[in-house]
């Protein structure tokens, strides 16, 4: 058993409008059932979803948490802008975005892009990674999946690594519920977040720093889904959400 994971190198700087699809395939041959991980940076490059700090206009909210925090007004409405919940608002701020996605600073980036400006994240991910699935579809001719990541921090470690966002024509969570382990023991609890674990090993071909790898083809692994997949599915249930239930306790005792 074995899967590769592939750079697809010498990806221009994406700008608003660029057709990402040809520039892909314009640079790899994808074969039946390939998994393109494409970082979301380039994305929200090629959506627009870009913009300048002198042009947000703060809210009474976002006056009022930079009262408390000392933060930037301005940075702070961009991030309520594409948020539907906060639950810290320091030492930074962590929100559930517009998508579902709880992360810091609804994935608002000043890196990799020009100076002055600052990125979005795609606002509709499993939208977009639609859009491009069904272009590299098109283009290549082959059944394809694909994955678009951020790179997040985790609660209770040190560094950061790549989580799926977005999704197109793959499962999030692979179920082995009713299966047996080793000692003939049926599982009764255990979920695979297989969207996650392929970001992950994608981040680590595509890095961080100046020669960052935006597309990471996986080949080899057969995760295709015919059906119409979201990344919804790897969200807890409000009423099973623990983490979330604790976070507006400490709001409400605030």
């Not at 099973?240 to 604790?246: E, L, Q, T, Y």
Request: hydrophobic share 40%; with cysteine; proline share 4%.
């Amino acid at each position: 058993m074995k899967f590769e994971a592939i750079a697809v190198e010498n990806i221009p700087l994406i700008q608003k409008g660029d057709d990402l699809p040809s520039i892909i395939c314009e640079r790899i041959e994808l074969q039946d059932r390939d998994i393109i991980v494409i970082a979301s940076t380039i994305v929200a490059k090629a959506e627009g979803e870009t913009f300048r700090l002198e042009n947000i206009t703060p809210g009474e909210e976002a006056l009022a948490i930079a009262s408390r925090t000392g933060k930037d007004a301005r940075f702070i409405q961009a991030v309520l802008s594409k948020s539907k919940e906060v639950f810290v608002e320091a030492p930074f701020m962590l929100v559930t975005t517009l998508a579902g996605h709880t992360c810091v600073n609804a994935g608002v980036d000043e890196s990799n892009i020009e100076e002055g400006f600052l990125l979005y994240s795609p606002e509709n991910p499993d939208s977009s990674a639609s859009i491009l699935g069904a272009r590299l579809e098109n283009i290549s001719g082959k059944k394809l999946s694909v994955i678009i990541t951020d790179t997040n921090g985790r609660a209770f470690k040190i560094g950061q690594t790549g989580v799926a966002i977005g999704i197109y024509k793959i499962k999030p969570i692979k179920r082995w519920i009713g299966e047996k382990d080793l000692f003939d023991k049926v599982l009764e609890i255990t979920e695979e977040a297989v969207a996650d674990e392929l970001a992950g090993a994608a981040n680590i071909l595509m890095g961080e720093g100046a020669g960052g790898i935006p597309v990471v083809v996986i080949r080899g692994l057969d995760h295709y889904c015919e059906e119409e997949t979201s990344m919804s599915e790897n969200y807890r249930p409000e009423d099973m959400d623990v983490i979330k239930k604790g976070l507006r306790c400490l709001q409400k005792k605030n």
